[in-house]
């Protein structure tokens, strides 16, 4: 909405959008224009609340009134994603930015515990005949990476 102020909740909400798209494999909002994406955008996270005055104030100098949609569970947008991951991207992709959950709280939020969790190995999805991407290697082979092994665990 053109908002004078660039700081880092505008980042968490991108990383929101980022994840969400990780999931999807595509665009979350993929909006023709801006009042476009703007209905798109309310058409899964609702309406925003009246409690965002900002924003509303935003729109109205711009004589824009926001869409009226009801939440759309992320769960239906995004089926795969598990409970902590939907979680984690409503809390990063609320509407107010002094609402919005900051970098450190995400960093101690329970879908990174869930992760640690588990032993995930990346792979390169959709090629099942070629072994898991190995970043060290081709790293090494481009010479980024000195010949020594690399320990990511805690």
């Known amino acids: 909405m053109k908002a004078p102020n660039y700081n880092s909740p505008v980042d968490i909400f991108a990383l ?5 798209e990780l999931y999807l494999l595509n665009p979350i909002f993929p909006g023709e224009s801006e009042i476009d994406q703007i209905y798109k955008i309310c058409g ?3 309406t925003p609340p009246e409690s965002w005055a900002e924003g509303h104030r935003l729109a ?4 824009f009134s926001f869409p009226q949609f009801n939440y ?3 769960g239906k947008v995004l089926p795969n994603a598990s409970e902590s991951a939907l979680n984690i991207m409503k ?6 930015p002094s609402k919005r959950i900051t970098a450190s ?3 101690r939020h329970p879908f ?3 992760q640690h969790k588990k032993e995930t190995k990346i792979t390169n999805v959709g090629y099942k005949d ?3 991407y190995d970043l060290d290697r081709y790293a090494m082979k481009k010479g980024v990476l000195s010949n020594h092994s690399t320990n990511y665990s805690r």
């Open 16 to 20: 929101g959008l980022i994840m969400a």
């Open 44 to 46: 899964i996270l609702g």
């Open 60 to 63: 109205n100098q711009r004589g």
């Open 72 to 74: 759309c569970t992320l």
């Open 91 to 96: 809390l990063m992709l609320t509407y107010d």
């Open 105 to 107: 709280q995400i960093l």
């Open 112 to 114: 990174f515990a869930d």
């Open 130 to 132: 070629r072994e898991p």
